[in-house]
């Protein structure tokens, strides 16, 4: 490595005070340009990333419906409350809440095709963002981030979870 590596190296990593704060630092800085991106896209549609996985979740699971609290232990981060978000899906007509009668606690959340038509119109333009994101990267360093990532989240998540 050259003297400029070098300083350039610990000039960096004395803003930090640890390995562990750095790599997190750097992650949650990616993060939030990853995040830019994709916020452009999803503002166009007057869509939050939550509501637009929601979607797919529904969509995959179609044309069964899925309990409230399940769809939100399936989101990618967690949303603490859910009931608003599906409420802001609902007022758009891109989902239905029944609640069976057999069990009134329970509220079944399916996608209508309204959601369905809005997925597929978004689905091109999604692929492109990720590109946007990631693709500069080759199969191989994307692999690697993803086993890392995978690594590094792994003690934090639930037993049941399906990210393990």
Not at 23 to 33: C, E, F, I, Q, V
């Amino acid at each position: 490595m050259n003297q400029d590596a070098n300083t350039s190296e610990v000039a960096l990593s004395s803003r930090f005070d640890s390995l562990e704060q750095q790599a997190y630092l750097n992650l949650w800085r990616t993060y939030d340009r990853l995040r830019g991106l994709e916020d452009e896209l999803f503002n166009r549609y007057g869509l939050t990333a939550q509501q637009y996985n929601t979607l797919r979740i529904l969509a995959a699971r179609n044309p069964d419906p899925l309990p409230t609290l399940t769809i939100a232990t399936k989101l990618i981060s967690r949303a603490p409350d859910i009931t608003r978000l599906l409420d802001r899906l609902a007022e758009r007509n891109l989902i239905t809440r029944k609640r069976p009668s057999g069990n009134r606690r329970t509220v079944l959340v399916s996608i209508t095709q309204a959601g369905l038509d809005l997925l597929a119109e978004l689905a091109e333009q999604v692929r492109e963002c990720h590109r946007r994101q990631l693709g500069h990267l080759s199969a191989e360093q994307l692999h690697q981030l993803i086993d890392l990532l995978s690594q590094a989240r792994r003690p934090h998540e639930d037993a049941t979870s399906t990210w393990r």
